[in-house]
């Protein structure tokens, strides 16, 4: 799950880069604490268990 937010960020900033995409800073601020703190919690073996 954090590689594919990770690469959403990724793809995002690429295309603001290359184009000129108008996204507000906090769309692309959020996604990258997002794909951080899911990073960590997937080196540090925390999980979310499914019911």
Known sequence: MAH???AIYLILVGLNILIGL???SWVL???ALVA???????RFG???KRK
């Open 46 to 48: 925390i999980t979310a």
């Open 22 to 24: 108008d996204l507000p």
């Open 36 to 42: 951080g703190i899911l990073l960590l919690a997937e």
């Open 29 to 31: 601020g959020s996604l």
């Open 4 to 6: 594919i937010i990770l």
